[in-house]
């Protein structure tokens, strides 16, 4: 096979050119989504002057809108998306093309997935050619802590520059933090807060920053429902600090029904927590509607999850859900790793063996120093006659050279163990922070259940107490290291109907 061929034709090559500005805006300087969607399914990239002015246009639409908007239905209502971005080509394609449909997107679009750039790139092309039609929130990953802490910033520089990175960052400082849908539902990104009494309150907060560790604005962005299990109705609190996150707090269903009944609102429709189905609804109000929908849309969450994903369609005010499953993506090595430093262990476990075999040293058995060869390399002089050699010493390093071989085996048996289980144990440190109780023998068993994936998973859904950007820390804490294209062939989809 000649090395301009593929070993694989039927995978297509990525697109290696960078799209040129001419392709991307039209005559009057509105991006083409289309073309942008094309070219990034295709894996390829923008030229960086081109991808700080989609930031740039999009930044000042955004700092134009309000803290909350309003939109009427018919609309589609997304959940976190991070960074999947073939998985958001098929959620357009079961919701309708944003060019004839309205979105609203709860926010978390970065971050987790290897495709963040791609995702938040095209969801602002949208923006910038609909910008009444697609509302974009912001969600508690938009921020420069996050990013930094998880694997964004790593992408954004890895594909494209700081300069873009920080351009980002100021463009993410500007999103709307809430959205009233029919005036009768609320779409944010997390949730409620002790300080926030009315609608108006969402408007009064000073949005244009780098979210802070409390506060309603942190509130928006991190609270959590109360699970309807530890609520106690004869003694109901309405919020409890929110210990899984660290920061912000929990809000009780008679929290979030006194606060709906204040501003004659039906329910909150947020995103933030990764669910098995894909949505849940929350306990019901006394109208007989959930007072909280969580919605996610990241199918097989960080590739470990096994996650159904969903979608919320609102229209005429009759409200359905369509699940979906997780679509093909390409393969990335964890943290944007080259291949060369990705192999080392196999590298070196080779090389180990290799040099054991040269050295022919070892026995049928394993344990044992050939000593005849050993004496027989020993006799040959610098000029290659026999010299005379004492018994003893022959012995002695025969046995030294035997207890350095016995070590390079058990050096190879243990890149051999390092690489066979390198993808497994690496996800499952990723999700934990540390090393698998049960043994690598448990490993695909863990991380196939949901539940034990979002458990082990819990230490990077708090506030991180700092970001991280050495090699080692970004290794143990991103829990997209180890990608597995493991993907469900069928598309399932399932509707629940209701008429508030």
């Known amino acids: 096979m000649l090395l301009t061929e593929r070993g694989d034709p039927s995978v297509p090559p990525p697109n290696w050119e960078a799209l040129c500005s001419s392709a991307l805006f039209d005559e009057n300087g509105k991006t083409r989504p289309e073309v942008v969607r094309e070219h990034f399914r295709r894996e390829g990239l923008l030229q960086e002057a081109d991808a700080l002015a989609i930031i740039t246009k999009c930044a000042l639409i955004w700092r ?14 997304t959940g976190d998306i991070h960074g999947q971005f073939f998985d958001l080509l098929n959620l357009l394609s079961i919701g309708g093309d944003p060019s004839e449909q309205k ?15 791609e995702v938040i790139l095209l969801l602002m092309c949208y923006k910038i050619c609909y910008p009444s039609t697609i509302v974009m929130l912001r969600g508690n990953h938009e921020s420069r802590h996050l990013t930094a802490y998880f694997n964004f910033k790593r992408e954004v520089l890895y594909k494209y520059s700081i300069a873009v990175y920080n351009a980002m960052m100021s463009a993410f400082d500007c999103m709307p933090l ?3 849908l029919n005036n009768r539902f609320l779409c944010v990104h997390g949730g409620l807060s002790p300080e926030l009494k009315r609608i108006s309150d969402i408007s009064a907060i000073h949005r244009f920053r780098e979210p802070p560790s409390s506060g309603p604005m942190c509130d928006l962005l991190w609270a959590d429902p109360l699970d309807e299990k530890e609520e106690d109705p004869a003694a109901p ?12 707090y929990v809000y009780s269903n008679t929290a979030v029904c006194r606060f709906l009944q204040e501003n004659s609102l039906i329910t909150v429709i947020r995103g933030h927590e990764a669910q098995n189905e894909g949505y849940h609804l929350y306990k019901k ?46 393969y990335y090595l964890p943290n944007f790793m080259n291949a060369f430093t990705w192999s080392l262990p196999f590298v070196e476990e080779k090389l180990l063996d290799i040099g054991a075999n040269v050295l022919h040293l070892i026995g049928v058995n394993g344990d044992h120093i050939l000593v005849d ?10 000029g290659g006659n026999a010299e005379s050699s004492d018994d003893s010493g022959v012995e002695q390093r025969g046995e030294h050279i035997r207890k350095k071989v016995l070590e390079m085996k058990k050096l190879s048996r243990m890149f051999c163990t390092l690489g066979a289980e ?10 934990a922070g540390g090393t698998p109780p049960c043994g690598s023998s448990d490993v695909q068993a863990a991380i196939s259940d949901f539940q034990h994936s979002k458990d082990m998973d819990a230490v990077n859904e708090r506030w991180p107490d700092s970001p991280l950007e050495d090699d080692a820390a970004l290794q143990l804490n991103v829990a997209t290291k180890a990608l597995q294209c493991g993907v ?11 008429t508030p």
């Open 64 to 77: 134009d809108e309000p803290n909350v908007l309003h939109l009427d239905d018919p609309v589609v209502i």
């Open 103 to 117: 979105y609203i997107f709860l926010g978390d679009y970065v971050d987790r997935g290897c495709f963040g750039m």
């Open 178 to 180: 809430a959205c009233i």
């Open 237 to 248: 609190q309405l919020f409890v600090p929110n210990t899984t996150r660290g920061c912000s």
């Open 285 to 330: 109000t006394g109208r007989g509607f959930p007072a909280v929908i969580c919605i996610f849309s990241a199918p097989n969450y960080c590739d470990t999850y096994n996650n159904r994903a969903a979608i919320v369609k609102l229209s005429r005010n009759i409200m359905s859900i369509c699940q979906f499953n997780s679509s093909p993506h390409p």
């Open 373 to 382: 060869e050993v004496k027989g390399m020993a006799a040959q002089g610098p």
């Open 422 to 431: 390198k993808e497994g144990i690496g996800q499952l440190k990723g999700l």
């Open 488 to 498: 469900l062939e069928h598309q399932q989809q399932a509707s629940h109907t209701w």
